[in-house]
């Protein structure tokens, strides 16, 4: 094989990365070759393991290397709140902000009827069982404030009320250290619908 | 091992390739995480065989998975040319170009006394007996027209010379398709000096 060849095949499989387009490929590329062995080779070996360990915890549907991730496996966490969101990274951003310490449940994805994905792909039914199950006593539907997850967040909703639960959206308005000049109509509108008395 | 650690070492690792930033990484990861097996693997193999295939070219100091790489092999190019440039990348700019069709020579870098670099850690010595060898005629030193890539050109320039070769240097001037406003004074002051009669 010549050299060009096992290049563009680096270059192509850099290529189909989110984020990476055709000169950050060329660039990680050349760093690779030049990068002495044994770090390319721990990147390899990084992404490999990852996909053979990480899986979706039996219960939440995030990522988890056991049957249950870290999370549902921790059990002084808030068994009375739980919080619904898209996707497993949606469950690392909330952790980051250290203000809830409930159980999470993963829907892997919203309702796109654009993108053909429908509420029987989501983990509805599942999250219905765990309700039956467990001692939740406030579910908050912590999907995007955009229409897939406004219209994902509804449906839940319509399903929750009957089970007498506190069903709760997060908040909208502009973001923290944000300015007020740069905010679009929409969510400074929001902001002030949804002020506070202080 | 948790799901987190094993995820943290994807960052990780990502993270160390130019370009991409934490956030930038996260994407990628969670991307990966997603990905069908077979993309992931093919990415980690991408990688594995480009360090165990591709190495140095014995002549030219290029990338090559041969002991020559595909340019050196190739005769049917000019003999009579020879283009310097710093690094293996620039030799992969230069044949898109479609313009050169003589033999390349990469130095591995160049002069910096900031970071370090001396004129015996670049492939000059190794340049010089190449010429001693090999009917060039010209060497062209496309070294980048930044204090470093200058400094190298001169410093290469004072030993060819004497052999009676034809040197030059790439024209500097303003980018084609590059707005005149935009330019800075030096690259217009230079475009300015290197003007060409029509």
């Known amino acids: 094989m010549k050299h060009s060849d096992v290049f563009e095949r680096l270059l192509d499989e850099f290529g189909r990365l989110p984020g990476i387009g055709p000169k950050s490929a060329q660039r990680i590329a ?19 393991e990852a ?3 990480v899986h979706f915890c039996s219960r939440c549907f995030s990522y988890a290397t056991d049957d249950l991730c870290e999370i549902c496996q921790d059990e002084s966490r808030d068994q009375s709140m739980l919080c619904v969101v ?25 309702i796109s009827p654009m993108d053909k994905i429908g509420p029987e792909q989501l983990h ?24 897939e997850g406004e219209t994902t967040a509804s449906y839940i909703a319509r399903f929750l009320k009957p089970l007498g639960l506190t069903v709760s959206r997060l908040a ?7 300015d007020l000049d740069y905010a679009d109509e929409v969510t400074l509108g929001r902001a002030l619908s949804d002020r506070r008395e202080l």
Chains 1, 2 share one sequence.
């Open 86 to 110: 898209a996707e497993p990274r949606d469950v690392g951003a909330l952790e980051r902000t250290g203000a809830f310490n409930g159980y999470y449940h993963v829907l892997g994805g919203l």
């Open 172 to 178: 909208s308005g502009l973001p923290v250290g944000g």
């Open 51 to 53: 996909k053979r360990d």
């Open 124 to 147: 509805i039914q599942e999250l219905l069982s765990r309700l039956a199950q467990e001692p939740v006593e406030e579910v908050i539907l912590a999907t995007s404030p955009n229409l």
């Open 30 to 48: 050349y760093f690779l070759l030049n990068a002495d062995e044994e770090q390319a080779r721990r990147l390899a070996q990084a992404i490999l």
